[in-house]
């Protein structure tokens, strides 16, 4: 399957901050925060498949990236988004958001988790 990483300006991302920090999947550390961004797949008839990756910023895994780099830091200097700070945290995520790539589809373990499913383990 191909995957289209890129994000449209018009875009809607959905960032989650509060409750319980999300787990990166990468690394399995506690993540900073997700954002659950719009993305295609091409299937095997070559249709293009809109829906919905969730994607999560971690400061192991993701310091490296300008964009994440910037977020990242700012998060340490300011624990927590306010009124007074909210349009800078909003930029940064932004920004984020447009380049952070969603993870390839790893199909071996969707099958897997179906399979599961299908025999009631799930």
Do not use: Y
């Given at each position: 399957?191909d995957h289209?990483?890129?994000?449209?300006?018009?875009?809607?991302?959905?960032?989650?901050?509060?409750?319980?920090?999300?787990?990166?999947?990468?690394?399995?550390?506690e993540?900073?925060?997700?954002?659950?961004?719009?993305?295609?797949?091409?299937?095997?008839?070559?249709?293009?498949?809109?829906?919905?990756?969730?994607?999560?910023?971690?400061?192991?895994?993701d310091?490296?990236?300008?964009?994440?780099?910037?977020?990242?830091a700012?998060?340490?200097?300011?624990?927590?988004?306010?009124?007074a700070?909210?349009?800078?945290?909003?930029?940064?995520?932004?920004?984020?958001?447009s380049?952070?790539?969603?993870?390839?589809?790893?199909?071996?373990?969707?099958?897997?988790?179906?399979?599961?499913?299908?025999?009631?383990?799930?």
């Open positions: 399957m289209d990483r890129r994000l449209s300006a018009s875009a809607r991302v959905e960032v989650t901050l509060a409750g319980d920090p999300p787990e990166c999947g990468r690394c399995g550390r993540g900073i925060l997700s954002a659950r961004l719009p993305h295609a797949l091409t299937n095997a008839r070559g249709e293009s498949v809109r829906g919905f990756a969730v994607v999560v910023l971690c400061q192991g895994c310091i490296g990236e300008p964009e994440a780099g910037a977020l990242i700012w998060f340490t200097v300011n624990a927590e988004v306010t009124d700070n909210l349009r800078q945290a909003a930029d940064l995520i932004h920004t984020w958001a380049v952070a790539k969603v993870p390839p589809l790893n199909e071996a373990a969707l099958e897997s988790e179906i399979q599961a499913w299908r025999d009631g383990a799930l």
